[in-house]
């Protein structure tokens, strides 16, 4: 199989970063940007000459969008890609997310509107492949997972433990629904990627019961 997926850590909360590459075609697409240069993402797509087709976000937290804005700047022809209400919500970038990294409390990162909204259901053809988008919400309103080729990038929704529930855009049983439908749709077999920690087999999964 000619895809090959990167994982890196993004600054300040550990979330991550998945770098898809298909070597075949040379050219990759990047999942969650969180760290706000994305040094590490331009130098794996100049130094391997890579077309960087898309951008896609799992949902609107800046832990996972910070990176989109340097990437945009240097690949003007890539596609940034996200939810309708990830698209929305990102735009209120979390102002103490910043305070953790800047001085300065005017601070603002606000993420470039996206190129691609993606509604329940559809598809994004990739080369020989289709990425599947699955509306997931719970941790956030615009929560999506993405499945592509047996593996299912979660964002926050799916993580090694249970997610964060911040009590402003977060709603427990809309999560509890989201997980019950990904396990209805999803095999066992299915490679979870989840937004933090190491990625794990849908079996192995013991968030909820
Ligand atoms: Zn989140």
């Known amino acids: 199989m000619s895809l090959k997926v990167m994982q890196l850590e993004n600054e300040l909360m550990k979330s991550n970063c998945f770098i898809i590459t298909d070597w075949k075609t040379h050219s990759c697409v990047v999942i969650d940007p969180g760290s706000e240069k994305s040094m590490r993402e ?16 799992t949902h609107e937290h800046t832990d996972h969008t910070w990176g989109v804005n340097a990437l ?16 929305k919500y990102a735009k209120k970038a979390s102002r103490a997310y910043f305070l953790f990294y800047y001085d300065d409390p005017n601070y603002k990162y606000e993420l470039m509107p996206a190129d691609i909204i993606i509604k329940e259901g559809d598809d994004l053809h990739w080369n020989d492949d289709c990425f599947r988008f699955i509306h997931t919400p719970g941790h956030s309103r615009g929560s999506m997972c993405i499945y592509l080729d047996e593996m299912l990038f979660t964002g926050d929704t799916i993580m090694p433990y249970k997610p964060y529930f911040n009590g402003r855009d977060s709603n427990e049983e809309d999560w509890e629904q989201s997980v019950i439908m990904l396990k209805e749709t999803f095999s066992q077999d299915t490679i979870i990627y989840p937004g933090h920690g190491m990625s794990f087999l849908f079996r192995d999964w013991k968030g909820i019961t």
């Open 42 to 57: 331009i130098e794996h797509i100049e130094s391997n000459r890579l077309h960087l087709d898309y951008i896609i976000l």
């Open 72 to 87: 945009k700047e240097k690949f003007p022809y890539t596609k940034l890609v996200c939810s309708e209400l990830c698209n």
